[in-house]
């Protein structure tokens, strides 16, 4: 964990409202480059709302965010992908039918130009694939020619983090319910590629309710209740009876 | 930390599963022949019947071409046959009452296609008006433009340049209608494969909040593909009044079933992500080979519409029941017919025969003097 003094991401005094309801209410978040962040809560907490404030999805009713000291102005979710940040859904987004490589360039295709019409580089495409499966994320697919329905949920989940840690830019990561649908082994799968990531010096936030997960792969935990930041621990520090504590209100409602 | 407990390739399934499209149709053109082999091989089998067959698959060519995308991104288009008409009909009247030359109404002929394509695109993506319902209303709307305009006449005697698109020949080579198939589903291949077109279609009816997830314009592509089966509709349109060498406003009637029949025969899927533009190009093969050894049979001409129904049927039963991922606990048809579910069918079908037989005994007895029905 390399812990800069300025954070890669401060986001300060998020509010956000929708019409009478309070989703957020003043929440402030730390996330620093080569580190992982645990988000937990209850339903209704506030986790999504916070992710999706970050992610551009929504603007907040008040707050500030920042990357490395400088003030981000986000109105769109491609705003935040121009920044450097991407999430990675918990139904991530993939089209069955259309192969890993078709998957991971779905979007943003690389093309050649042929007599003058733009025609998919497909060669290039799958070959670009393969190497970021295997360079940045160690991955190896059992083909890379077989429809992505036709893979292993932890294999999935990659060619879902490959799409977005290919653009050599991306600075965060945020990662939605990522072992939700999954069974043991692809859930350990999917940490590796988790701290995969990471060591590449990458910001990445996790959303789990799984509190195994969480203790498994973060650094850092982030607890979330009722709209507002209740606390934010050191994993190393903490077990999950203290955590879960704090995410019902106990020890705080103790303390005060 | 490479992961080397994973098995690397493919199984012998996915082998399969790429040449499936192929193999449905191909399996049913053999046996097709195998059957004409039987009952009429000196009628079926000769250079100028597989002439007459390869300008009927010609002509629906364009279309199964452009329809394998409609399909691939979940869609359907009813209005192609209503399409084709009134754009046949509107170049008629360009080149017969005000003199264009052919080029020019042939032109437009394809380009009026694309505009009811693009009429179409945008009321299933703007107004979010079901594929179906909407271009079945489509359907009705643009038959009735060609009604209006040409009232009951028929249009006939086009130019020779016309004529040759829909029947002309290169001598020693093709026909001109099979080389303009021909080089519409190889365009359609490329489509498919190589341009984000046929990429976003398959992304689009595979998962379509993935699609939009992702970056992919839906609505604007789902538009260009109903544009593109537009613009083949009315090449359609052009190829028919050249062969016919007359159109007139109740042409084309069943243009839409043929194609859907075709495209599906071909392994494209209508749940959308998947297709086949060679599967496509075989069952129109197929479909043209069945209709004309019904011709070659003196089967009458409206049992065609049975058999391209019961081919659509049995396909996309055929292909559901391939791509069924589990099938534990099926017992074969004879077991299907002993649960409780469908032994209350069963019954109901039973009771549905026993009334209908009673029907017409009951009318038999109770029947009085005939009348000729023509």
Redesign the interface.
């Known amino acids: 964990m390399t812990q800069s003094s300025v954070p890669l991401i401060s986001m300060r005094g998020i509010t956000k409202r929708f019409g009478g309801v309070t989703a957020l209410e003043g929440v402030d978040l730390d996330l620093h480059a080569g580190e992982v962040l645990a988000i937990v809560g209850d339903n209704g907490a506030g986790k999504s709302t916070l992710i999706k404030v970050l992610t551009g999805v929504l603007r907040p009713t008040e707050g500030t965010i920042a990357m490395n000291g400088e003030a981000l102005v986000m109105n769109s979710h491609?705003d935040a992908i121009s920044h450097g940040i991407d999430a990675v859904?918990q139904?991530?987004?993939?089209?069955?039918?259309?192969t890993p490589a078709?998957n991971m360039f779905?979007?943003?295709?690389l093309?050649r130009n042929v007599l003058g019409f733009?025609?998919?580089d497909?060669k290039r495409m799958r070959s670009e694939a393969e190497r970021t499966l295997?360079e940045r994320l160690?991955?190896?697919?059992?083909?890379m020619?077989?429809p992505t329905d036709?893979l292993?949920g932890g294999?999935r989940q990659a060619i879902a983090i490959a799409?977005a840690v290919y653009h050599s830019d991306l600075k965060v990561l945020v990662m939605d319910e990522p072992t939700a649908a999954l069974g043991p082994r692809e859930t350990a799968?999917t940490l590796?590629l988790i701290e995969?990531v990471r060591e590449q010096g990458l910001g990445v936030i996790v959303i789990s309710h799984s509190l195994d997960d969480v203790f498994a792969v973060s650094d850092r935990i982030q607890i979330m209740r009722r709209g507002r930041r209740a606390d934010v621990v050191k994993t190393s520090e903490s077990n999950s009876t203290q955590v879960l504590g704090i995410m019902v209100g106990a020890s705080t409602e103790q303390a005060s | 930390m490479n992961d080397t407990t994973v098995e690397r390739g493919l199984n012998a399934r996915e082998k399969l599963d790429k040449y499936l499209a192929l193999l449905g149709p191909m399996a049913m053109i053999a046996a097709l022949l195998l059957l004409m082999l039987m009952l009429e091989p000196a009628r079926y089998f000769r250079v100028s019947n597989f002439d007459i067959i390869l300008k009927d698959a010609a002509l629906y060519m364009p279309m199964a071409m452009a329809m394998t995308l409609v399909i691939t991104t979940r869609g359907i288009d009813l209005s192609i046959g209503s399409v084709a008409a009134l754009t046949a009909i509107i170049m008629g009247y360009m080149v017969k009452s005000y003199g264009f030359p052919w080029w020019v109404a042939v032109s437009m002929a394809i380009s009026l296609g694309a505009l009811c394509g693009l009429i179409n695109g945008l009321i299933i993506t703007k107004l979010r008006v079901p594929d179906l319902i909407g271009t079945l209303a489509m359907d009705l709307a643009y038959r009735g433009f060609a009604l209006v305009l040409a009232k009951g006449v028929v249009l006939s005697r086009f130019p020779e340049e016309i004529v040759a698109i829909g029947r002309g020949s290169i001598p020693g080579f093709l026909p001109i209608p099979v080389v303009i198939g021909l080089v519409t589903i190889v365009a359609g291949y490329i489509i498919y494969t190589r341009t984000r077109l046929g990429r976003y279609a398959i992304a689009i009816g595979s998962n379509p909040e993935a699609a939009e997830l992702t970056g992919v314009p839906v609505n604007r592509y789902k538009v260009y593909v109903y544009v593109l089966m537009g613009a083949m509709a009315g090449l359609a349109g052009v190829m028919l009044a050249g062969k016919l060498n007359a159109i007139q406003a109740t042409s084309a009637p069943f243009f839409n079933l043929h194609v859907i029949a075709a495209v599906v025969v071909g392994g494209t899927s209508l749940f959308g992500g998947r297709g086949s533009m060679i599967g496509s190009l075989a069952g129109v093969l197929l479909l043209a080979m069945m209709i004309n050894a019904l011709v070659t049979l003196r089967i009458e001409f409206f049992w065609q519409s049975v058999a391209s129904g019961a081919v659509i049927i049995f396909s996309v039963a055929f292909y559901t029941w391939i791509q069924m991922k589990d099938r534990d606990g099926q017992g074969g048809f004879m077991a299907a017919l002993k649960t409780p579910e469908n032994k209350h069918l069963g019954r109901f079908l039973l009771i549905m025969a026993v009334i209908i037989g009673a029907l017409f005994i009951l009318g038999w007895l109770l029947a009085g003097e005939t009348t000729a029905v023509r």
């Open positions: 491609s859904y139904t991530l987004a993939l089209a069955d039918h259309l078709a779905l979007g943003s295709e093309t733009e025609f998919l497909n295997q160690g991955v190896t697919l059992r083909s020619d077989v036709s292993s294999q799409r799968r590796k995969a």
